[in-house]
Nanobody, 117 residues
C-alpha cells in the first residue's frame, strides 16, 4: 500500500503564504499522478491542483495564479505553494495519489489551513 503524510498547514492572515508538503511511501512515487484537494466543513471535497507523472499541471479556477503544485520524485514529495491566500481558502487540504499502487486511489490524513481576515 501507499501511505501519504501531509504537513505545513497552519494559520495565516489574508494575503499571506503557506507551503504544504506531502510525502509518500510504499511504492514508486514517480509513476503516479498526484493531487491536492480541500474540504471545508459542511462542503464537498474539491480539486485544488493536479500534477501528472510527466509534470503537467492543472488547477482549479479559484486558485489559478496563486497556487503552484510541484513534485520532487527523489524525495517522494509533492508540494503546494500557496500565495495571496484568501479566507475562502480555509479548509482541510488532502494529498491524493491517483490511479496509484494496485490501481487504487490513496489519501493522506489532511492538514488544516486557516486564513484569517
Amino acid at each position: 500500500q501507499v501511505q501519504l503524510v501531509e504537513s505545513g498547514g497552519g494559520l495565516v492572515q489574508a494575503g499571506g503564504s503557506l507551503r504544504l508538503s506531502c510525502t509518500a511511501s510504499g511504492s514508486v512515487f514517480s509513476l503516479y499522478r498526484m493531487g491536492w484537494y480541500r474540504q471545508a466543513p459542511g462542503k464537498q471535497r474539491d480539486l485544488v491542483a493536479i500534477i501528472g507523472s510527466g509534470g503537467n499541471t492543472n488547477y482549479a479556477d479559484s486558485v489559478k495564479g496563486r497556487f503552484t503544485i510541484s513534485r520532487d520524485n527523489a524525495q517522494n514529495t509533492v508540494y503546494l505553494q500557496m500565495t495571496s491566500l484568501k479566507p475562502e481558502d480555509t479548509a482541510v487540504y488532502y494529498c491524493k495519489c491517483e490511479a496509484c499502487y494496485g490501481g487504487y486511489d490513496y489519501w493522506g490524513q489532511g492538514t488544516q489551513v486557516t486564513v484569517s481576515s
